[in-house]
Nanobody
Framework: QAQLVESGGGLVQAGGSLRLSCTAS????????MGWFRQAPGKERAFVAA????????AYSDSVKGRFTISRDNAKNTVYLQTNSLKPEDTAVYYC????????????????????WGQGTQVTVSS
């Protein structure tokens, strides 16, 4: 089981940027596909971005494509989510998730495929 700790959330004005980080321990990080999800008040948890074990394959939700970038540093056991051009509708708790995959280019966009989850970090975007 991987332990995941997110950081980097905060309050930012619309148009601003934040860099979220998620550091993993307890499992070989290079064996894990990683994902970011978010949950706004009164809404279900939604997919934001995913990245494969090797970092070469990524996926984004339509709502963040072109504004957010997911990346990973396997030497630091960390996955990042660079969020740019933030909008008030991006306000949510952002969660990091991990799951073992066999293929180096495999990743998942469904929350049901992820086994381990972090506690979340709050992102608030003011208008």
């Amino acid at each position: 089981q991987a332990q995941l700790v997110e950081s980097g959330g905060g309050l930012v004005q619309a148009g601003g940027s934040l860099r979220l980080s998620c550091t993993a321990s307890g499992r070989s990080f290079s064996a894990l596909a990683m994902g970011w999800f978010r949950q706004a008040p009164g809404k279900e948890r939604a997919f934001v971005a995913a990245i494969s074990r090797n970092g070469y394959s990524t996926a984004y939700s339509d709502s963040v494509k072109g504004r957010f970038t997911i990346s990973r540093d396997n030497a630091k056991n960390t996955v990042y989510l660079q969020t740019n051009s933030l909008k008030p509708e991006d306000t949510a708790v952002y969660y990091c998730a991990a799951t073992r995959v066999s293929g180096g280019s495999d990743y998942h966009a469904s929350a049901y495929e992820y086994v381990d989850w972090g506690q979340g970090t709050q992102v608030t975007v003011s208008s």
